[in-house]
C-alpha cells in the first residue's frame, strides 16, 4: 500500500510543473485524494482536494485560479498542475489518501527560483 510522488523539480517564476502521484495496494477510486505541501520551517498545509469520480474540486485560496487539480481512476493517479510558479509555493508536495488513519507518500521536492 502506496503513494508514490513525481514531477518536482527547479522551475523559474512564472513557471508550470505537473505533479503526479500514483497508487497501488487499495481500491483507489474509493477514496478522496489531497496534495499537500510543506515549506521549510512551516507546517504541512492542504493545496487541494479532489472527490472520488473527480467532479468536486477545493484549493487553498493561494494557488486558486493557478493550480489543478485531477485524477484519473484508471491509472490510480491523482495529478496537480501548477502554473505561474512562485517563489512561496517552493515545498515539498505530498499527497494523501485518508486510508487507515492516513495514507502519504514520501514527497516531491518543488524549487521555484531564478
Known amino acids: 500500500v502506496q503513494l508514490l510522488e513525481s514531477g518536482g523539480g527547479l522551475v523559474q517564476p512564472g513557471g508550470s510543473l505537473r505533479l503526479s502521484c500514483a497508487s497501488s495496494?487499495?481500491?483507489?477510486?474509493?477514496?478522496?485524494m489531497s496534495w499537500y505541501r510543506q515549506a521549510p520551517g512551516k507546517g504541512r498545509e492542504l493545496v487541494a482536494r479532489?472527490?472520488?469520480?473527480?467532479?468536486?474540486?477545493t484549493y487553498a485560496d493561494s494557488v486558486k485560479g493557478r493550480f489543478t487539480m485531477s485524477r484519473n481512476n484508471a491509472k490510480d493517479t491523482v495529478y496537480l498542475e501548477m502554473i505561474s510558479l512562485r517563489a512561496e509555493d517552493a515545498a515539498v508536495y505530498f499527497c494523501y489518501a485518508p486510508r487507515l488513519g492516513g495514507l502519504w507518500g514520501q514527497g516531491t521536492q518543488v524549487t521555484v527560483s531564478s
Open positions: 495496494g487499495f481500491t483507489f477510486r474509493n477514496y478522496v
Open positions: 479532489i472527490g472520488t469520480s473527480g467532479g468536486r474540486r
